[in-house]
């Protein structure tokens, strides 16, 4: 076990390396609009909140900046009624009939 | 023909003060005239630093406001005579710093000095946007930590943004001083090293200050540390990183306290 310890203590920079590297790519493509995720995130919870239960730990807003085109992406999942396996709900592309209450 | 320099970070307690102090004298000693200035209003240390927390009467914020002449303000140093210190109002708040007003401090302390040297507070606030706004380069302060990098990773685009000569278009001059650091600890990988902070900020590095215990006595003395004891490690640093500041082709290396190793086996006290 200690010696464990002193092997996972000896990689640690490395860590420490990949995770700012990874923050840091989101962070410098978030730039100064660092607050439009979460307002994002907010508004359309609000707006699917309206007709359907949503947990709002199960919507992901990622936005992607490239050169020429930027991505959205909205991830939101929504429970059946039924119970049974819980719908995906991506992108714009939200089904007329998204399992649900009803039609949305 | 005068360079101002930002010492700036984000994050705080992670040597800008130490490093103004310790750059501006190296340079000072080495002939160039040269200012150093506090730009974190109500919460001065450069002074103390510097050991002129006594001789303070005026500050910045008397000058920026116009109320004294800058050579009132200007404190000069005791050791080195090319050396002299601006220091920040310990009561007055920070907006009584208008833009214009620090604007003409700085125009008219370019037309005294080879170097003016301007103490960022921490923070991403209007202090730190202020000392940096006139820069014609910043020396980025960083700690082999991950808040510190992530911290010198976002005063790096301020820099790229909300500077002057960002705004003319022009290229901000960027270097990385990495303070703190300890070789031994990075080699085993335990402390992010040289090469992953580079690899990550991407910015050119300006030197690396080991850690040491000669900071702290050299703060405790009131005394930048390349005048304290301008042989040991972090003061050798220092002077190698002003050398390179001017210009001068120095090597990277690390120096290390190997003469305070020896003194100890000898049973005398390090200085």
Not at chain 1, 82 to 99: C, D, K, T
Not at chain 2, 73 to 83: F, P, Q, S, V
Not at chain 2, 105 to 127: H, K, M
Not at chain 2, 167 to 186: I, Q
Request: proline share 4%; charged share 25%; net charge positive.
């Amino acid at each position: 076990m200690r010696l464990v310890d002193i092997f996972a203590r000896r990689r640690s920079a490395k860590f420490a390396q990949q995770r700012l590297q990874i923050l840091l790519m989101h962070e410098r493509t978030a730039g100064t609009q660092s607050d439009l995720i979460p307002i994002l995130r907010e508004e359309v919870l609000a707006v699917i909140g309206r007709h359907v239960t949503v947990d709002p730990d199960k919507v992901r807003v990622k936005l992607e900046r490239g050169d020429d085109v930027s991505m959205l992406e909205i991830d939101i999942e929504v429970p059946t009624p039924l119970g049974r396996n819980a719908a995906f709900v991506r992108s714009a592309e939200i089904p007329v009939h998204a399992a649900g209450r009803g039609p949305i | 023909m005068a360079q101002v320099l930002v010492v700036t970070s984000g994050k705080g307690g992670v040597g800008k003060t130490t490093s103004t102090a310790a750059l501006g004298a190296a340079l000072a000693r080495d002939g160039q005239r040269v200012v150093v200035v506090d730009f974190d209003v109500g919460l001065r240390n450069l002074d103390l630093v510097m050991g002129a927390e006594r001789r303070v009467v005026y500050d910045l914020i008397y000058v920026v406001q116009g109320a004294v002449r800058l050579s009132q303000a200007l404190i000069r140093d005791k050791r080195i005579e090319t050396l002299f210190l601006l220091a920040a109002s310990q009561t007055r708040d920070k907006e009584s710093l208008s833009d214009e007003g620090v604007s003409r401090v700085i125009g008219e302390l370019r037309q005294t000095f080879d170097w003016v040297i301007c103490d960022s507070p921490a923070g991403i606030e209007r202090g730190a946007t202020l000392a940096m706004r006139h820069a014609d380069l910043a020396v980025v302060v960083t700690n082999p930590e991950v808040s510190s990098v992530r911290d010198s990773d976002r005063i790096i685009g301020l820099l790229d943004s909300t500077t002057e000569k960002a705004k003319r278009g022009e290229r901000m001059e960027k270097h990385l001083l990495l303070t703190r650091y300890d070789p031994v600890r990075a080699g085993r990988g335990e402390m992010l090293g040289v090469d992953h902070v580079l690899d990550i900020l991407s910015i050119p590095l300006l030197g690396i200050i080991p850690e040491s215990q000669e900071v702290l006595h050299a703060s405790n003395m009131g005394s930048p540390v390349t005048l304290s004891n301008p042989t040991s490690a972090p003061a050798r640093a220092y002077s190698d990183a002003a050398r390179r500041l001017k210009g001068e082709h120095v090597p990277m290396m690390v120096p290390s306290d190997r003469s305070t190793l020896l003194n100890k086996l000898f049973g005398r006290r390090a200085a």
